[in-house]
């Protein structure tokens, strides 16, 4: 799948785009396991040895989730795959990480790692910056069908919902609701992968295209939308 990047690496919008970035106070902060158990049903739904959640800053690219590269903070912007991938509105995926199909970075990093496969959708704000990238990352060749995009993009969705959540209840110095969100969204994510492994283990892998496991994965991150919305509303009420 040929991507068509932009010339610049940094977007028109650079401004607002980290105003917005730094008002959410999330990039390189500690680990929170709600955003490790997104990274890490991604890598199950995907089949893929890696996965992200990237915030794109000034000059890194702060990993704030990785499930197969722990102890990896992040990397240069000029070196990661996901500052060229918030710069366009569509998901990104690259099935090689030669120079010639994105000149915006560096690819010795992916190289050295025998990566080739990149498939990310961006983190959107309300207002629409794109801040970060939820990513999948692989050594083989291979591309991602229009049902597999479409789980990504709402994969990516949950996430952006899920630190606007965040926002929310640190801005508001409600810490304690906000530990009490995530152990809410970590037993539904924990169901989720639960049913991930099941389907994986009877169908010796899982396959995004058939209509019965679609349905099922779509149902589970619906699930995950309502907890959020049910959790946003309160937030509001609150205000």
Same mark, same amino acid.
């Given at each position: ?55 794109? *800053? ?11 590269? +722990? ?63 939820? /990513? ?27 630190? $606007? ?18 152990? +809410? ?7 989720? /992968? ?14 995004? *295209? ?18 959020? *919305?049910?959790?946003?509303? $309160? ?5």
């Amino acid at each position: 799948m040929t991507q068509h990047f932009p010339d610049e690496l940094v977007p028109a919008n650079e401004a607002i785009r980290l105003r917005t970035l730094h008002l959410y106070q999330i990039a390189n902060t500690a680990p929170e396991k709600i955003f490790d158990d997104y990274v890490a049903w991604a890598a199950q739904l995907f089949d893929t040895p890696i996965s992200l959640i990237s915030l794109v *800053d000034e000059e890194y690219v702060h990993f704030k989730a990785v499930a197969g590269a +722990e102890g990896v903070p992040g990397l240069p912007r000029t070196e990661s795959m996901c500052s060229a991938a918030i710069l366009l509105d569509t998901p990104i995926i690259t099935s090689d990480y030669k120079a010639e199909s994105c000149r915006l970075i560096k690819p010795d990093v992916a190289q050295a790692l025998g990566l080739n496969f990149y498939a990310g959708s961006a983190l959107q704000m309300p207002h629409g910056e794109r801040i970060g990238m939820m /990513a999948v990352i692989g050594r083989e060749y291979r591309t991602l069908s229009a049902a597999e995009q479409d789980v990504l993009v709402k994969l990516a969705n949950l996430v952006s919902r899920t630190i $606007e959540l965040r926002f929310q209840y640190l801005h508001a110095a409600r810490a304690e609701q906000w530990e009490t969100a995530q152990q +809410e969204l970590t037993a539904t994510l924990d169901d989720n /992968a639960a049913l991930t492994r099941y389907l994986v283990t009877r169908n010796n892998g899982i396959n995004l *295209d058939d209509n019965e496991i679609q349905d099922l994965v779509l149902r589970r991150l619906s699930g995950v939308g309502k907890v959020l *919305d049910r959790r946003m509303q $309160e937030t509001q009420r609150a205000a």
